[in-house]
């Protein structure tokens, strides 16, 4: 569904503008199969493959991708929040949002590539180990980055939202997606040192972004 801007009033031509329910319930499909894939890499041992171990035993050893299923479900559940939380701030959206949009959306249906990748070499004992854990926090890095253009697409044009963004309201959001951007990039080296610690990182990170960081965009003046 399309209509032109409403607050024009000089007769010429004008770019076409979206509902943001389109925007909203194809973005939930695309984070609720993301979601659903990652639970298709927790595997049940076979009682044949046990070689007289325990059933426990093999669940434990096991563990590595109960972790990274853990942290890439919370990160991906925090995104949908957050964008759902965005989404809220705007009555329409343009084409270039949907663009940035589809770009999030890129980075989050890979999510559950690199956690398969990384639960398989978490405790590897060699270079495999940390060259999973580094394309797992480069894949973060990239949906941060995504995630900040799109909040940057929704709020630069204060005519299709509901209530215009104060511009010390929209500095504090982005100094709270900066903050977490730059722990995301340090990542990367950290998973050169201790893909475990890495991991874990990312769930600390996961944690930061369950407090509302688009609060300050929603403040009335």
Known sequence: MTSE??????????????????????????????????????????????????????????????????????????????????????????RRTLFVNLLLLLTVSVIPFPTRLLATYLTADNSDAHTAAAIYAATMVAMGIAFSLLFLAFTRDARLLHEPVPPEALRAAMRRFSIGGLCYLATVGLAYLSPVAMLATHALLALYYCFDQLAPARRPR
């Open 5 to 94: 801007d409403p607050s024009a009033t000089d007769g010429t031509a004008h770019a076409a503008y979206f509902s943001t329910n389109r925007l909203e319930a194809f973005s939930d499909g695309v984070f609720a199969i993301a979601i659903t894939l990652l639970v298709l890499d927790l595997n049940v041992p076979e009682p044949d493959t046990l070689h007289d171990e325990s059933l426990i035993a093999a669940l434990a050893h096991q563990w590595p991708a109960y972790f990274a299923y853990l942290v890439s479900f919370l990160v991906i559940g925090i995104i949908w929040i957050n964008h759902h939380a965005m989404c809220a701030l705007a009555r329409r959206v343009d």
